[in-house]
């Protein structure tokens, strides 16, 4: 499987996300945690007919990339704490494949337009893939989360990013 | 924003994902119902070093490319019906960006291996990135799942997938 390194895969982006975040900081660390964080999803026309029955559901999975970050560390610090982690066990944007994974929520669609709350990305964020977002499927709640447990607490919604991962 | 359009954006494989399915057809449709459904992957050296910590985490999020996946339609019907749904409301392999998204278990891992389960991609399934699944930020219960609701019955696991995305 070795010839595999080798692989490239180019991807063009199926629509835009817009956010209130003009800047890569002060932006809230996950969507879930801000969950009245409002922003809209403009879908290219030429992908519009693929939004048909969307409206059904009431979360959406996003998959988008990190266009403003560059490079990556495989052993850096998360944003909610000091200790260095594995690239692999933490979210940051800054990866070998900046690709990001936000589950927002469907408030409402206008033809190519989805407005949608829970948004924490930058503003002109190129939008990848929308999936449903299924419970039956996607949601595990009987789950051992590694560092980060005890660590996400109610207050976690006030806390942003910062410049650590644009440097 | 019209500019956007134009933009691409090439990803390289950080590993290889090893299952028991050398075929398209005959793939559990979701892993999550199929958890018991074994198989490992493969993180290339270069990037070994991310895996720290990832032991901790009981769940990953696993992005891959649907790479035996060609073209689409956005108008398709998913594995679970005959209707025809637009392709952002399904979870077919055949997207304008042919991005996978698995949730798996972490059974093991040995250096630059993690023996998972809850497969549902082809053997040599290149994999684009490995991020901690983690309850409080991905598990979402109170959501309303669309034409699926209702279909998602327990013997589902025994549903497998067929030819209709690889046409």
């Known amino acids: 499987m070795a010839q595999r390194v080798t692989d490239t895969f180019v991807f063009k982006p199926i629509g835009i996300i817009h956010t209130p975040f003009k800047k890569i900081e002060g932006i809230p660390i996950q969507g879930s945690l801000c969950p009245e964080m409002r922003g809209w999803i403009e879908v290219f026309q030429e992908f519009a007919d693929g939004l048909q029955d969307v409206d059904g559901f009431s979360h959406l999975i996003l998959l988008y990339v990190f266009h403003r970050s560059e490079g990556f560390r495989l052993i850096t610090k998360p944003f909610l704490e000091e200790t260095p ?57 009987d789950t051992k989360d590694g560092w980060i447990s005890g660590k996400m607490r109610s207050d976690n919604g006030k806390r942003l990013s910062d410049s650590r991962f644009i440097e």
Chains 1, 2 share one sequence.
């Open 85 to 141: 982690r594995g690239l692999f066990a933490i979210r940051a944007p800054k990866r070998p494949n900046p690709i990001g994974f936000t589950v927002v929520k469907l408030l409402r669609r206008e033809a190519n337009r989805l407005d949608i709350a829970g948004v924490d990305m930058v503003d002109g964020t190129p939008l990848l893939d929308i999936k449903p977002y299924i419970s039956a499927i996607d949601a595990h709640t």
